[in-house]
């Protein structure tokens, strides 16, 4: 397989545009090197670091035992993997919990990983905190709705906006993003329609996981749309390829092919003369005999 036609890495005015110009974005969460270059070469706009990573790469059972530490590593094999393409690093739990632990950690992101912008979570409450990354100079992006950060808060993963309340209190917290400058905010696990009527008031582009698709963008994980992380199904994921199954035939015939003897065979082995192999037997036999 080849990669994709060259293309340029998407520019922080092209996300914001989008908004204007109708394109609608693609952004996957790609954990590794080798998923963040299946990314780039389908043509996805944005490769997000997300701190799903916790739970697709390490079997945690949340988001919160991300670190910075684990997020810089993905976030570095992601940027080697993806070279030509956008990489948004996400904050892990603490991370930003004050302005300047906040701004050191973006900056790890940036300077030490190559992301091309960062993103916390929270609205109102994170505004101050969000304003600051961006007078930093940090491209800064935010996360609203259902915020796994907080989900204890919400008694578990919950769909956020289902009552007049709810909506207001997202639509407080996406315009309180776009006060702080930040250059596009997602929806996660907000009714379809409440998440179209906010994006509407915006300026700024929104993504959506799982909130519709009134939304200028999608984003899911690339391990539930290629069927490789199946410990659950969310609702909103769709699965456009089951890679679960296809790794578990193949490491059922490599089984199979080991225990009854039929690999490896000679198409998969390294061959030598046969005088070098008579001449070390005969090597071999004079060593016994000293």
Known sequence: MSDAPERKKRSITEIR?????????VYTSVPDYTSARWAQMAGVDVCVVGDSLAMVAHGHKSTLPATMDMMVMHAQAVRRGAPETFV??????QSYNT????????TRF??????????????????????????????????IGLTPHTIAMF????????????????????????DA???MLEFEAVP?????????????????????AGTDGQILLSYDLLGVFTDFKPKFTKRYTNLTEVAVDGLKRYVAEVKEGRFPDDEHSYS?????????ADAIERRRQI
């Open 181 to 183: 400058a930040c250059f």
């Open 88 to 93: 948004l690093g996400c904050m892990p739990y």
């Open 272 to 280: 030598v003369d046969d005088a070098i192999v008579s001449s070390f």
């Open 155 to 178: 008694g578990g993963f919950k769909v956020q906006g289902r009552t007049v309340e709810g909506a207001m209190r997202i639509l407080d917290d996406a315009l309180a993003i776009q």
């Open 99 to 106: 302005v300047d632990r906040a701004l050191v950690n973006a």
């Open 192 to 212: 379809a329609p409440i998440a179209s009527m906010i994006s509407r008031q915006l300026e700024i582009p929104t993504i959506g996981i799982g909130a519709g």
């Open 17 to 25: 545009e989008s908004k204007r110009t109708g394109e609608r974005m």
């Open 110 to 143: 940036m300077q030490d990983a190559g992301c091309d912008a960062v993103k916390p979570q929270g609205g109102r409450s994170q505004a101050h905190i969000l304003k600051a990354l961006v007078d930093a100079g940090i491209p800064t992006a935010s996360h």
